[in-house]
């Protein structure tokens, strides 16, 4: 059974940082899609970053170009966000999800984890 298990969240000033991880396990991840997603208060989930688990060039939502960067964690199987220059409007619930590559939607889920930026 796929499980993805997020870590790393928690409250930061504005203009600070921080970096969440993602654990996966249950199975081979080399030909899968990962991202990260996040969901603030009364919006939809969108997709933030992701990345292909064998290399490839990463993707960023405008909004966290030049701040925000995806990579394959140094722990086996683990996928990190490194978050910069955090404002007030990154404050949402990231989500680490994974897809088999070739689908459209995203197959696996993790229960999130809370990141608020106080201005």
């Known amino acids: 059974q796929v499980q993805l298990v997020e870590s790393g969240g928690g409250l930061v000033q504005a203009g600070g940082s921080l970096r969440l991880s993602c654990a996966a396990s249950?199975?081979?991840?080399?030909?899968?899609?990962m991202a990260w997603f996040r969901q603030a208060p009364g919006k939809e989930r969108t997709r933030v970053a992701s990345l292909r688990w064998n290399g490839g060039i990463p993707y960023y939502a405008d909004s966290v170009k030049g701040r925000f960067t995806i990579s394959r964690g140094n722990a086996k199987n683990t996928v990190s966000l490194q978050m910069n220059s955090l404002n007030a409007e990154d404050t949402a619930i990231y989500y680490c999800a994974a897809r088999t590559a070739g689908r459209e939607e995203y197959e696996y889920w993790g229960q999130g984890t809370q990141v608020t930026v106080s201005s």
């Open positions: 249950g199975r081979t991840f080399t030909a899968y899609i």
